[in-house]
């Protein structure tokens, strides 16, 4: 079972940045495709952006042009680059594989934007 950990939230005013990182603790080389989940205060937690192992991505409409997921196999670690951040993207954000293992969901990343 390959468990996760992620880690760069924080608190921004809208229009920064963010950079999260999500380092496995095994080998992600063989997972065909790795995504990143939020989920914000009373709501389901969705799927923003998705890629597999060979590069091709996925955005949902709402962060298309401003997150970028990339991924580096042989660091074990995906990431999530987030631009022109909104107060709407405030939520816990999560890494998983796609479809999401039950058991390999992290603690999360707290992520707040102020408006």
């Known amino acids: 079972q390959v468990q996760l950990v992620e880690s760069g939230g924080g608190l921004v005013q809208a229009g920064g940045s963010l950079r999260l990182s999500c380092a496995a603790s095994g080998s992600i080389f063989r997972i065909n495709a790795m995504g990143w989940y939020r989920q914000a205060p009373g709501k389901q937690r969705e799927m923003v952006a998705r890629i597999t192992s060979g590069l091709s991505t996925y955005y949902a409409d709402s962060v298309k042009g401003r997150f970028t997921i990339s991924r580096d196999n042989a660091n074990n670690t995906v990431y999530l680059q987030m631009s022109n951040l909104q107060p709407e993207d405030t939520a816990v954000y999560y890494c998983?594989?796609?479809?999401?293992?039950?058991?390999?969901w992290g603690q999360g990343t707290q992520v707040t934007v102020s408006s």
């Open positions: 998983n594989t796609v479809p999401w293992r039950p058991g390999s």
